[in-house]
């Protein structure tokens, strides 16, 4: 693949299941041809996830940025902005380094809602990227600003999900 057929800024958010697993399975073939990719994980933390673990096996780089807590909208502490900001400035640095194809970064519409990083910080920092460095942005609530921006947007809507027959999130499908 060549490096200028790349470049397009995709949206994943949406209300359903299934935005960083959808970028997950883009990484996957990505991977699967070559390319060089990163993930960076605004507002999580920790080895527990299933898709951590699977891509740090395939040899891809992921990088957390959350405090460990659950976080609340108008709820959030010194800790959370300090996270957030830190992972806005990884990601800027990441995608202006020539050094991936594809950049994964998840939950960063989340964070923008949250009110953790503005939505032009965050625009600016996509239009700085290096021409050819493909981006994903997960995460509910992505703001009409950046649905805008995007080349690619894909909207997860539940129809229907076991969480409301009261089943628990089940470790490697949910989580």
Not at 21 to 36: K, P, V
Not at 102 to 107: F, G, N, S, T
Not at 130 to 138: K, L, P, S, Y
Request: aromatic share 6%.
């Amino acid at each position: 693949m060549e490096k200028n057929e790349l470049g397009l800024l995709q949206v994943y958010t949406g209300e359903g299941k299934g935005k960083t697993t959808a970028a997950i399975g883009l990484a996957l073939r990505a991977w699967g041809h070559g390319l060089r990719i990163c993930v960076i994980q605004f507002m999580k933390k920790g080895e527990d996830y299933g898709e951590v673990r699977g891509l740090r096996k395939m040899g891809v780089e992921v990088f957390q940025f959350g405090s460990g807590k659950l976080i609340v909208k108008g709820r959030h502490c010194q800790d959370d902005l300090d996270c957030a900001r830190h992972a806005l400035e990884f990601s800027r640095a990441t995608l202006v380094s020539g050094e991936y194809d594809l950049v994964i970064l998840d939950e960063v519409n989340v964070a923008v809602y949250f009110g953790l990083i503005s939505c032009n910080d965050a625009i600016n920092m996509l239009r700085e990227r290096d021409r050819g460095v493909e981006v994903i942005c997960t995460g509910r609530n992505a703001p009409e600003e950046l649905k805008r921006e995007a080349d690619l947007v894909t909207v997860m809507v539940v129809e229907k999900h076991p969480y409301d027959s009261g089943l628990e999130a089940r470790k490697g499908i949910e989580y």
